[in-house]
């Protein structure tokens, strides 16, 4: 029968980050030895006492449904957690818990974006962000940085793309896919800029937020004035490595918290009780829980910055959080091997995969085409195989 997806469906891309490891993983499965450094994902277990605290709620048979918008008990943590770590004053009726913070920001940008209106990403920017405001009809308006800007934008930027037809803007810090990460003075100088914009809103992607190697985290909406303004979604996947358990949340609003709860309530309801008693115990912990894993992403970061840096063709930032390295590989367009010519960033991560069995990701998807997404969250000897591989790669192109 032919093909007969919606207009919606078919106005969706599939997210780039998933289709590479995809690919990967079907390499793999061929029996190619393919290193893997396309998802963004902690390569570490869940923490022993996270883990407990899921069984223990099994056993307590706590599996029924909850409120949608998540247990008193997580709603509870999640505020004082927020207060603790960020200065944010969201009251436990302004949290909505959901099945990853995926569907915190698909449940927002549903909430706010209505069809024909501008959603502001400043690139690179997270793949999902514009496929989400695609989904709401919003009209994605990218600014772009290089990484001779440590993929930053700055406040003239961001003041020169809103405009009366702008609802959201939406960025990461620490930033996936650039890992770059705005200080407490870059925050509160976009602050003054959104602060002018009463029909502005913001979300906050704070997911990394406890992969940090700078000495503090700057929550957007702990700025003046701005927590009215500012939708802060976190989550357990990537700092407590929960990835498979499923739950973000975000502060927000009180009208906004009731509108996500709306939408909720519709397409999934709460996300499992189980993981909510496991998400529980992680937000209530000291977050110094993850210190072991934040050493090793650090030295992983540092490794592999010096090895890559000396691999030919490839610039690079410094990044200051999340796991990933974001190299501007633009002075590899051109060039060939073995009758395949590199034109742009997803003929660089083909060739890479190909040629090399390493899997990144193009920066195309992220809005930045200069560039190929590397993750480092992998063992500091597969990070050392996948240098070598990439390095002997390039060096066969001319
Ligand atoms: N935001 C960013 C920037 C991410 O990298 C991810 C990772 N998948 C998410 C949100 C969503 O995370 P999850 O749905 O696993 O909570
Ligand atoms: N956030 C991760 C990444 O960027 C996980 C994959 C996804 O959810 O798209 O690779």
């Known amino acids: 029968m032919e093909n007969r997806t919606s207009d919606l469906l078919n106005r969706l891309s599939e997210s780039a980050t998933i289709a590479m490891a995809r690919m990967a993983r079907e390499l793999k499965a061929s029996g190619v030895d393919v290193i893997s450094l396309s998802l963004g994902e902690p390569d570490f277990d869940t923490p022993a006492v996270l883990k407990q605290a899921g069984i223990d709620a099994i056993n307590a048979n706590e599996t029924h449904y909850t409120p949608v918008p998540g247990t008193p008990r997580i709603r509870e943590a999640i505020s004082k957690k927020f207060k603790r770590d960020n200065g944010l004053d969201y009251a436990p009726d302004q949290i909505v818990v959901s099945t990853g913070a995926k569907q915190s920001l698909a449940n927002v940008v549903l909430s706010l974006v209505n069809p024909g209106d ?59 896919p650039s890992g ?90 709460a996300p499992c009780s189980i993981t909510q008693a496991a998400a529980a115990e992680a937000v209530e912990q000291d977050p110094s829980i993850a210190n072991s894993m934040l050493e090793a992403f650090l030295r992983r970061r540092n490794a592999m910055h010096a090895d890559l840096s000396k691999v030919p063709g490839i610039k690079l930032n410094l990044p200051m959080g999340a796991f990933y390295l974001f190299p501007d590989i633009s002075d590899l367009f051109g060039l060939s091997y073995g009758g395949k010519t590199l034109n742009n960033s997803e003929d660089v991560a083909m060739y890479l995969i190909e040629e090399a069995h390493v899997a990144t990701v193009s920066g195309a998807a992220f809005g930045t085409p200069e560039c190929i997404r590397i993750s480092y969250a992998a063992s500091d000897e597969v990070l050392a195989e996948a240098v070598r591989r990439i390095d002997a790669a390039v060096r066969k192109l001319s």
């Open 180 to 269: 770059s990460v705005y200080s407490q003075e870059e925050t509160a100088a976009i602050a003054d800029v959104l602060r002018k914009h009463d029909n502005v809103f913001t979300i906050s992607d704070e997911i990394y937020e406890l992969i940090n190697f700078t000495s503090r985290h700057a929550s957007l909406a702990a700025e003046p004035g701005m927590i009215e303004r500012v939708i802060t979604v976190n989550g357990v996947s990537k700092g407590f490595a929960m990835t498979g358990w499923r739950l973000g949340y975000m502060g927000a609003p009180k009208w906004i918290a009731a509108a996500c709860t709306k939408i909720q309530g519709q397409f999934t309801s």
């Open 118 to 176: 501008e959603v502001i990403l400043p690139a690179p920017y997270w793949v999902s962000y514009e496929e989400i405001v695609k989904v709401a009809g919003g009209i994605p308006v990218i600014i772009p940085t290089t990484i001779y800007e440590d993929y930053k934008i700055n406040p003239e930027a961001l003041e020169a793309a809103i405009n009366e037809k702008t609802r959201l803007v939406i960025y990461s810090s620490p930033c996936n």
